[in-house]
C-alpha cells in the first residue's frame, strides 16, 4: 500500500524527516501521537523526539561504518601485502574491530604529569565532533539528508577546519616534542590544503549555482548524448583530480600523513594518548575518511544520483540511492587505501610546495577558465 | 628570524633507528642543525667474550654482531683461523659457503631495502620482502636448522653436508626471485613521490665516503668500485662471473639502485654455484694439517677437532659482507683461545658518517638517509 502511494505520486522528501512523518503518517499513527502531544502543548517535544531517532540512526550507522572501515582496511592491506590480515574473531576477521573496541576500553587512561589536563582531556572530544557534524548536510541518498542545509558545502568546508585546533590543542597539551612537531605539521597542512579544496569546490558551484549539497547531486542527474552521466567530473576533471588529491591531504593519509608519520614522529600528535582517548583519535579519522570520500562523490561523481536507473519504483528510490551512495564512496575510500599500500610518505616541504605552487595555482586556473566557458555560454 | 632550538631524542626506543640507537638532534624547526648518534646500547662485549672461549665457540657469538646476515659473519671469523691454522678447505665447502652467503646477501638486501620502504611510510614492501625472505629461511633451516643464528660454517668446511631436497627448493626460489625482482622495481622504482624522496638526498662524494671508512652498497653507491670479491678474492669468487655494481650519484637513491643491481648478481653467482657444485667432503679431516692438537678428538674423525690450538701469530682477514667489509683480527698465542679479536664491522663505520651526511637536511630525510646505509646495531656496538 505504501508503495503504491510513492510509486503514484512522484514525492521527494526535502530531508529523512519529511520521510519519518510521511511514513508514520501513512501507517495511521501520526495523528494520534500528535494529539497526544498537542494535549500537553508539546507538540516540539514530537519533533525533537524524531530528529533525536534521526541523530541516534545516524551515530549507529556512522560507528558501524567506522568499525567495517577498521577491518577494510586491515583486509585491503593484508591483500596488497599477501597477508591475509585479521582471520580470527568472526567469520574472517569481521569481528576484529569489535575486539579491538573491547581491547581500548580496558586500557589505562593516562595522563601525562606535565600535561595540561583540561585540554588533553578535551581535545579527543573536539576532534570527534566535527567529524560527526559533518555528515548533517550529507546526502546518503534521495530524501536521506539529516538537514539539507542551502549553505551546505560551506558548513562542511568550516566543519572540517575545526579539526586542526583539536590537533594542535592534543599536540600542545600533550607536552611531548614529537606530539608539538605532529601538530604544526597538521596545521600547516591543513591550511595549505583546504584552499585548493575550497577552490575546486568552488568551481562545482559555479554550475550548480547553490551550496546546497542535494541541489549539487540534483543538477547531476540525466545524461549527455544518452551514455555519458552528467557528472562533474567530465566538466571539472582538473578540479576533480585536484579535490581529490587536497582530499586525502585533509584525511591525512599516506602520502600525505604528517601529522603522524609513525616511522619519523612516532604517532604524531596522539603519541601521549592511550585508552578510549586514542579511541577517539581513531574513530574520528575513519569518519573522517568516510565523510570527505563522501563529500568526494557528492561533488564530482553525481553523488547518489545513477542514470539509466529510472525505471525503479519510487519507493524503492530512497533505499536505491543509498546503495549507489555507498558503492560509489566505497571505490574513493579502496582508492585511498589502495595508495596508502602503494606509494612513499612525501616529506613536509615537498608537500607544502605541492599545496602552494601547484595546486592553488592550478586551482584558481580552473576556476578562472571555469568561469570564462560559463559566461561565454559554452555549457549552456 | 632567529627561532629557538629544539632538541629531540630520537630513540633508543624509535621505529624507525633499526634497534637500539639514539640520535640527539638538535633542530630548527623541521630542519635538522646537528645529528648525534649516540650508540652503545646494544653493548655486549663480544670482542672480550672473544677471549674467553675457543675457537670453535667463539663462532656462535658472530651471529650475534650482523643479525640479517650471520653466515658472513661466520665465514669471516672462520676465515681468519683457517688463514691463521693453515687448514685447508674442501671443495665443496667452499662452494656451499658462498652459496650461503650470497643467499644471505639476498636476504639482507630485501630487509635493507623493506625496512627503508617502511621507514618512507609504504608498508607494502618490507611484506613483500619478507615472504622471500621466509623461503630463504626455510632454506638455511634445512641446511642447519637455525633460522637466523646459523653456527653452520666452521674451520675446515661447514657442518654439515646440504640435505636432500635441498637443490630443487633452491632452484625454485632463484627462478621465483627473478620474477619477484621485476616486481619490486614497478613498485618503487617507478614512483615519483620515491624519486623525490630519495633524489639529491643524504649525497657524498667518493672522497668523503672513503674517508669515513664506508665500504660495500653503501660506498659503492658513491662510484667507487670496490668489491673485495673482486679486488682481494677469496673463496671461490676468483671462478665466478659477476660484476660489481656502481653507481656515481652518492645519493641515497644511488644507494639503493647499487642494492637491487646487487641482488641480480647474486641471483646469477648462486645460478653459478649451483650449476658447478662439485663432489666432495665438506669438511676436512684432522689429518688435513691442523697443528698440534691437545687432547683428543671426540668425534668422528670426518669432523673437525672441538679443540685446537692454531700457531702462535696474528692475521687480519677481510670479506665483503652484505653490509661492506666485515674484518676480524685475530691474534693466537699459541693456546686454545684467542689472545685477541678484534672486529672490523661495516655497520659501525657508515654510521659514522650520519652526521656531516644529514646536516641542514629534514628530519624525513635522516630517516630516509639512514635507511640506505642499512645499519644492525648489532654489528655497530658489538
Redesign the interface.
Known amino acids: 500500500m505504501l508503495f503504491l502511494a510513492m510509486w503514484t505520486g512522484d514525492i521527494m522528501f526535502a530531508n529523512t524527516y519529511e520521510l519519518i512523518v510521511f511514513i508514520l503518517n501513512y501507517i495511521g499513527i501520526y495523528d494520534p501521537i500528535y494529539k497526544v502531544f498537542e494535549s500537553f502543548g508539546l507538540e516540539y517535544l514530537l519533533r525533537i523526539i524524531i530528529v533525536l531517532v534521526e541523530i541516534a540512526a545516524l551515530f549507529v550507522f556512522i560507528l558501524l561504518t567506522v568499525m567495517f572501515l577498521t577491518w577494510m582496511e586491515r583486509k585491503v ?1 593484508a591483500m ?4 591475509y590480515g585479521p582471520m580470527v574473531t568472526g567469520p574472517r576477521g569481521l569481528l576484529q574491530p569489535v575486539m579491538d573496541g573491547v581491547k581500548l576500553i580496558g586500557k589505562e587512561d593516562i595522563i601525562p604529569a606535565k600535561a595540561d589536563r583540561w585540554v588533553f582531556t578535551l581535545a579527543p572530544f573536539l576532534i570527534f565532533i566535527p567529524a560527526l557534524l559533518i555528515f548533517i548536510p550529507l546526502p546518503f541518498g534521495e530524501s536521506l539528508i539529516i538537514s539539507d542545509l542551502n549553505v551546505g558545502l560551506l558548513y562542511i568546508i568550516a566543519i572540517s577546519a575545526i579539526s586542526p585546533i583539536a590537533i594542535l590543542m592534543a599536540g600542545w597539551a600533550s607536552n611531548n ?2 606530539s608539538l ?1 605532529g601538530a604544526m ?1 597538521a596545521v600547516a597542512q591543513d591550511i595549505s590544503y583546504t584552499i585548493p579544496l575550497a577552490l575546486s569546490a568552488i568551481a562545482v558551484v559555479l554550475f550548480t549555482g547553490s551550496l546546497s549539497t542535494v541541489d549539487i547531486v540534483t543538477a547531476q542527474s540525466g545524461t549527455w548524448f544518452g551514455f555519458i552521466p552528467k557528472w562533474f567530473i567530465f566538466l571539472q576533471p582538473l578540479g576533480f583530480i585536484l579535490f581529490l588529491i587536497a582530499s586525502i591531504a585533509e584525511m591525512g593519509r ?2 600525505f ?1 604528517f601529522q603522524e ?6 604517532a604524531g600528535f596522539f603519541t601521549e594518548y592511550s585508552g578510549m582517548k586514542f579511541a577517539m583519535f581513531f574513530l574520528a579519522e575513519y569518519a573522517h575518511l568516510f565523510s570527505v570520500s563522501a563529500i568526494v562523490v557528492t561533488l564530482f561523481l553525481g553523488g547518489w544520483s545513477v542514470p539509466f536507473l529510472n525505471f525503479i519504483p519510487a519507493v524503492l528510490v530512497p533505499l536505491v540511492s543509498l546503495g549507489v551512495f555507498l558503492v560509489k564512496t566505497y571505490a574513493i575510500i579502496f582508492f585511498a587505501m589502495w595508495l596508502r ?10 608537500l607544502l610546495n605541492l599545496g602552494w605552487k601547484i595546486m592553488i595555482p592550478l586551482a584558481l586556473l580552473n576556476l578562472l577558465v571555469t568561469a570564462l566557458l560559463l559566461t561565454a555560454g559554452v555549457f549552456k | 628570524m632567529e627561532s629557538d632550538e ?1 632538541i ?1 631524542n630520537m630513540g633508543p626506543v ?3 633507528t633499526h634497534g637500539v640507537l639514539r640520535f640527539k638532534l638538535r633542530m630548527d624547526g ?1 630542519s635538522i642543525k646537528e645529528c648525534t648518534p649516540v650508540i652503545g646500547y646494544l653493548h655486549r662485549g663480544t670482542e672480550k667474550i672473544g677471549e674467553m672461549k675457543t675457537y670453535l665457540q667463539f663462532i656462535p657469538y658472530t651471529d650475534r654482531l650482523d643479525y640479517i646476515s650471520a653466515f658472513p659473519n661466520n665465514y669471516a671469523f672462520v676465515k681468519a683461523v683457517e688463514e691463521l691454522a693453515g687448514i685447508e678447505v674442501p671443495i665443496r665447502a667452499e662452494y656451499i659457503r658462498v652459496l650461503t652467503m650470497e643467499l644471505n646477501r639476498i636476504v639482507n638486501h630485501l630487509v635493507a631495502i623493506g625496512s627503508l ?8 614492501m618490507i ?2 620482502g619478507f ?1 622471500e625472505r621466509e623461503n630463504a629461511l626455510q632454506l638455511f633451516e634445512m641446511l642447519c636448522g637455525a633460522r637466523m643464528t646459523f653456527n653452520y660454517i666452521k674451520p675446515g668446511g661447514v657442518r654439515e653436508d646440504i640435505p636432500e631436497g635441498f637443490m630443487p627448493k633452491l632452484n625454485e626460489f632463484l627462478k621465483d626471485m627473478e620474477k619477484r625482482i621485476v616486481d619490486y622495481e614497478q ?1 618503487i622504482n617507478g ?1 615519483e ?2 624519486h ?2 630519495m633524489k639529491n638526498i643524504g649525497v657524498i662524494n667518493a672522497k668523503d665516503a672513503v674517508n669515513f671508512g664506508w665500504t660495500g652498497p653503501t660506498l659503492r653507491g658513491s662510484g667507487v668500485d670496490y668489491d673485495l670479491r673482486k679486488y682481494e678474492p677469496y673463496s671461490i669468487y676468483p671462478d665466478l662471473d659477476f660484476k660489481v655494481c656502481v653507481r656515481n650519484e652518492g645519493d641515497s637513491f644511488a644507494r639503493f639502485i647499487v642494492r637491487i643491481d646487487e641482488m641480480k648478481e647474486s641471483l646469477h653467482i648462486l645460478r653459478q654455484v649451483v650449476d658447478n657444485m662439485p663432489v666432495s667432503k665438506v669438511i676436512s679431516s684432522a689429518e688435513y694439517g691442523i697443528a698440534p692438537m691437545t687432547g683428543t678428538p671426540t668425534a668422528v674423525s670426518t669432523y673437525f677437532p672441538r679443540i685446537f690450538t692454531p700457531p702462535a701469530g696474528e692475521v687480519y682477514s677481510r670479506i665483503e659482507a652484505p653490509k661492506g667489509e666485515l674484518g676480524f683480527y685475530v691474534v693466537s698465542d699459541g693456546t686454545t683461545k684467542p689472545y685477541r679479536v678484534k672486529i672490523r664491522s661495516p655497520s659501525f663505520c657508515n654510521l659514522t658518517a650520519i652526521p656531516s651526511l644529514v646536516k641542514g637536511l ?4 635522516l ?1 630516509a638517509a639512514f635507511g640506505t646505509i642499512d645499519v644492525v646495531l648489532g654489528d655497530v656496538d658489538r
Not at chain 1, 341 to 350: A, G, K, Y
Open positions: 592491506v596488497v601485502q599477501a597477508r616534542k614529537y612537531m605539521r599516506i602520502p600523513d608519520s609513525e616511522s619519523e614522529l612516532v599500500d602503494t606509494v612513499p610518505r612525501m616529506r613536509i616541504d615537498q | 629544539l629531540i624509535h621505529p624507525s623541521e620502504l617502511m621507514d618512507l611510510g609504504a608498508a607494502t611484506m613483500w615472504r613498485l614512483n613521490i620515491f623525490m624522496r629534514k628530519i624525513g630525510d630517516i
